[in-house]
């Protein structure tokens, strides 16, 4: 990468993008698609029914409108850290700006929720339900992220816009941090606009609208590592006041988090004091104090919960079980791909995360070569030890009966500090005027922001009025006790409709393996519900009969989705067993009782 000839930079100096009066042409040119994609966001009209995919719902011009202010916004902060200009700042406002209003589109649409009625996020509203009705934290195990969004709420801000509020809160922190923690780890003119490029990109594609504490906290990360490095330095105890202050929020967030927060701050511990001997230089070491010191805090913390508990004893259980990614592998044999389908669909979920742990991967074995070299550079081997760490992390993961899966949400650890080198790479290849890899590196980025993006928003995660309202009236009104018979809603919803105090939460009602057999059980012309179901509640809902049709889907999968369809509701409304105890037109519960 440091090679270098006459023609290479002169090759590199001729860039047009990256000459100060094209970066501020490129600016306006972008303000005014920016104007567009506003205009466009505005005269979005709400579903009036059922849509299997937010993304078909809008208009290509939109999405030309979304896709060319998002690259054009890092292709300017790219510029801006290859010219050290100030334009960093129009880029990074271009980025946040379009992500805000990628982030409310469901709200846009007039989604009642987006997420359905399984999603984690539910029950984390429902926490914060609870805790504005009460006013205190009633038994919440990790109430940080809920406090914080009860304060939004007494604040002002509308509950139904919440979700879309803090999933942008926490991405722009995200996004700012990884770009402050290239700057201050590298030190270089114009690495904070290159940090800020390679953060823009949603590494964590979906979860960064899932509201989940443990994906959002984990965004607080790059601010905490910012503030060690500095303390590092510095020694001055502001930055000790701030860590403490950041690492509270965690601990109070998410245990799993709080885990990765002890790993981290103990690996730079040991690694500060690696790199000072191997490089028998004087660099300022951070005491492994720092991370024991939290100790206390999370044992006196989470002990006082019986999830605690329940957790471990869900790890201890597991062992017998088969792991996460055994499972993945057999749900994904159940419906048969072709070469080229099992490509695009790897490619349409993973793209971003493969280009940057590639990327992540070359700038690693740089830096074990500059290494070997005796050409040590402390940076690099904080951001490629932290790589490889995340990595096994996720393997151990993956292969273990963890009750974390999916293969995002365990590597958040790798992808972040991937991130981080994407953008150590980009700056230290404008620094060696090295064009060919900088167009590479350039090309890459925008490629993976772009798969990013377009995977955030899954396919059937619409929750309509009619399903929010129908759940609200079958959580508060059945016979406790008798089981509910439904597809993709839990006892998440009961949580986010009644709110986690309510008297009826518990014993809950919707049970997580709810699916409902294909054809709601009428598999011959003398079968009735009450055979199938016994004495049960059933649900049904327009979700059921749509969610299979997605284009997102192939052929085969939909037939492996289908459940039932307007035959096998024909069926359920003439059956004598089957009476109807709730309708809206999109949500129907059925009282099912064996006759006398």
């Not at 201890?316 to 080229?340: K, T």
């Not at 997580?512 to 009450?530: C, H, T």
Request: net charge neutral; with cysteine.
């Amino acid at each position: 990468m440091s090679h270098e000839t006459n023609l290479d930079r002169e090759s590199f100096d001729s860039f047009e993008f990256a000459n100060r009066d094209i970066q501020e042409y490129l600016v306006i040119l972008l303000s005014g698609i920016l104007i567009l994609e506003s205009a466009l966001f505005l005269s979005i009209q709400p579903v009036t029914g059922y849509e299997t995919s937010l993304v078909d719902g809008l208009s290509q011009l939109f999405w030309f409108a979304f896709y060319s202010v998002m690259s054009g916004g890092i292709l300017t902060l790219i510029a801006a850290a290859i010219t050290q200009t100030r334009y960093w700042r129009h880029g990074l406002g271009l980025v946040l700006s379009n992500y805000a209003l990628y982030f409310f589109l469901p709200k846009a649409r007039g989604y009642r929720f987006y997420g359905q009625g399984t999603a984690d996020a539910l029950q984390h509203f429902g926490d914060v339900r609870s805790i504005l009705e009460t006013g205190t934290l009633p038994g919440i195990w990790y109430p940080g992220e809920h406090v914080l969004m009860a304060e939004m709420a007494m604040l002002g801000v509308p509950i139904d816009a919440m979700p879309y509020l803090v999933a942008l809160l926490f991405t722009t922190l995200q996004i700012i941090g990884i770009g402050v923690l290239v700057k201050t780890l590298s030190g270089k003119r114009g690495s904070l606009a290159a940090g800020l490029a390679a953060g823009s990109t949603l590494i964590y594609t979906t979860f960064h609208l899932s509201n989940h504490p443990a994906m959002n906290s984990f965004m607080v990360v790059p601010v905490l590592l910012t503030l060690t490095e500095l303390y590092r330095r510095s020694n001055d105890n502001e930055y000790l006041l701030l860590i403490f202050l950041v690492g509270l929020f965690i601990i109070y967030s998410h245990p799993m988090t709080t885990l990765f927060m002890l790993g981290i701050l103990l690996l730079t511990s040991v690694y500060s004091g690696l790199f000072g001997r191997l490089s028998l230089s004087s660099t300022p070491q951070l005491s492994p104090r720092l991370g024991v010191a939290f100790l206390p805090l999370l044992f006196a913390w989470l002990t006082n919960f019986g999830q605690t508990r329940q957790a471990i004893t869900k790890v201890v259980a597991a062992q017998d079980d088969m792991n996460p990614a055994a499972r993945e592998v057999q749900r994904a044999g159940s419906v048969q791909f072709s070469p080229l389908q099992l490509a695009e669909k790897f490619i349409t979920l993973y793209g971003s995360t493969t280009i940057y742990f590639t990327i992540a991967g070359v700038f690693v074995l740089l830096t074990l070569y500059w290494f070997l070299s005796e050409r040590m550079r402390y940076d690099w081997g904080f951001g490629s030890i932290h790589f490889v760490a995340g990595l096994g992390i996720a393997t151990i993961f993956l292969l273990s009966n963890l009750i974390v899966k999916g293969i995002i949400r365990v590597n958040r650890y790798a992808l972040l500090f991937a991130a981080v080198l994407v953008g150590m790479a980009l700056i230290h290849s404008a620094i060696k005027r090295n064009s060919v890899t900088t167009v590479a590196l350039t090309v890459l980025v925008l490629l993976g922001a772009c798969l990013a993006a377009s995977a955030a928003y899954e396919p059937n995660r619409h929750m309509t009025y009619a399903e929010y309202d129908g759940s609200q009236f079958m959580a508060a009104n059945i016979d406790e006790g008798v089981p509910i018979h439904t597809m993709d809603t839990s006892h998440k919803m009961e949580a986010f409709v009644l709110g986690t105090n309510h008297p009826r939460y518990y014993p809950q009602s919707f049970s997580m393996n709810n699916n409902l057999p294909r054809n709601l059980g009428y598999f011959s012309q003398d079968v009735i519900a009450s055979d199938t179901f016994g004495r049960s509640y059933v649900v049904t809902k327009t979700h059921d009969v749509k969610q299979h049709t997605a284009s997102y889907y192939t052929k085969d999968q939909q037939d492996y989705l289908f459940r039932y369809d307007e035959d096998s509701l024909a069926r359920m409304h003439n059956d004598p067993t089957a009476n109807k105890v709730y309708t809206n037109g999109g949500f129907t519960g059925w009282s099912v009782a064996p006759q006398n």
